[in-house]
């Protein structure tokens, strides 16, 4: 019988424990976040109950579970003890992930909330993202060494490792120089403020937003809902263009080809009324010129300001339909016009047609010529 009341006690008063921790701290929480409802850390906090019962549970049965006395422990207690010490590294790695996730996360919706600039709202954001990502892997390197360290055969070869780290170590970075670099890349643009998430960019022709933003690759998302994912080292050796950095506003131009006969003054006044009634327009400018002429037509320029890129195309859709349907009712001369003629023959065509015309007059000639000698043999006064 007390063999098998003791395991049923340790395991139980393991789960017990565990369960009073978990409970006792989401009260405690609660009760923190009930005072200091403007600070999100507490309610981030909650969400690492799992992982502290998972971790605590294993530290209370790795000190407790050779007071069984089974016959399993007696039989297998060195592969028990290096399960659960396996085990209690990993939620110890979860629980430290989370904490400091929660901790970051926190710190930077309270700076959110209460910063008015978006660039740097976005700057911190992309340097947050990455923190944790460095933070977890770091964390997960240390874990992964910890748990390798708990088997004597790696401790063994602890020593022959360390004295080849060297020669490993150029090795390893020879072969992963492209992913070395792509690592000093993101982190060069996290801290550099090169480029942060959610800001407008153009890469190789396509513009669209920065959507994520590792350590080794970007992902950027087009205006048609396609994902562009390029390595972060693109950004620090090529040119690219930003359009958020220094502030989201965007000049949008919509150019009209014209006759020379087109009323500017009168469109000037039109773009007035258009840009007025457009909610895509930010109050700021706009303008209309003549930038440009030809023989056949001018160049009128229509330039219109707008809060971001959005809007700026927007705005400029809105502005060229507007105006060509304006011009094309009101003032349909001032739509360029194009000249047409005959289309010119092939010169074989050329060819045919002039001998064609020589042997009808040849034919004429000889008709007339045989017309005169039939009234010469009628003689004189004949034919009358």
Same mark, same amino acid.
């Given at each position: ?12 008063? %393991? ?31 909650? *969400?690492?109950? $799992? ?15 050779? @007071? ?67 933070? /977890? ?17 790696? &401790? ?6 360390? /004295? %080849? ?18 690592? #000093? ?10 480029? &942060? ?20 690759? $970007? ?17 620090? %050796? ?5 359009? %958020? *950095? ?9 150019? #009209? !080809?014209?006759? !020379? ?15 007025? @009634? ?20 001018? $160049? ?21 339909? @507007? ?11 001032? $739509? ?29 000639? #000889?008709?007339? #010529? ?15």
């Amino acid at each position: 019988m007390e063999d098998v009341l003791r395991p049923l006690v340790v395991i139980g008063g %393991s789960l017990a424990i565990t369960l009073f921790i978990g409970w006792a701290v989401d009260w405690l929480l609660r009760r923190a976040d009930a005072r200091h409802p403007e600070t999100p850390l507490w309610d981030r906090l909650r *969400r690492c109950r $799992l992982p502290l019962q998972v971790t605590v549970c294993t530290a209370l049965l790795g000190g407790s579970y050779d @007071k069984t006395e089974a016959e399993v422990v007696h039989e297998h207690g060195t592969a028990i003890g290096r399960l659960l010490a396996l085990v209690l590294i990993a939620a110890a790695a979860w629980l430290a992930v989370r904490v400091s996730s929660a901790i970051v996360e926190s710190s930077y919706s309270r700076y959110a909330s209460s910063a008015h600039d978006p660039a740097r709202v976005r700057r911190v954001r992309t340097q947050v993202t990455l923190i944790q990502r460095v933070v /977890a892997a770091i964390v997960g390197v240390v874990a992964a060494s910890a748990m390798l360290l708990t088997f004597p055969t790696m &401790r063994t070869v602890g020593t022959s490792m360390l /004295a %080849s780290a060297g020669i490993l170590g150029v090795v390893a970075g020879v072969a992963a120089q492209s992913t070395l670099g792509n690592l #000093f890349a993101g982190l060069q643009i996290a801290f550099g403020d090169m480029v &942060r998430i959610g800001d407008t960019v153009v890469v190789d022709g396509e513009w669209g937003t920065v959507e994520e933003i590792t350590l080794t690759f $970007l992902s950027v998302r087009t205006w048609d809902e396609r994902r562009i994912t390029m390595p972060v080292s693109y950004f620090t %050796s090529k040119p690219f263009e930003n359009w %958020s *950095r220094g502030g989201t506003q965007k000049v949008a131009t919509v150019f #009209f !080809h014209l006759d !020379h006969s087109a009323p500017v003054e009168e469109m000037r006044e039109r773009l007035g009324e258009i840009v007025r @009634k457009s909610p895509a327009w930010d109050g700021r400018d706009w303008n209309l010129v003549v930038t440009d002429t030809t023989p056949s037509t001018i $160049l009128v320029r229509a330039l219109i300001t707008a809060r971001d890129p959005d809007d700026a195309w927007t705005v400029r859709c809105e502005v060229r339909e @507007k105006m060509i349907t304006w011009l094309r009712d009101a003032h349909p001369y001032a $739509l360029p016009r194009i000249a047409t003629a005959p289309a010119a023959q092939p010169p074989q065509t050329l060819l045919e047609g002039e001998r064609g015309h020589e042997r009808r007059g040849r034919h004429e000639h #000889f008709a007339r #010529f045989e017309d005169g000698l039939r009234k010469d043999a009628q003689g004189p006064g004949r034919g009358y």
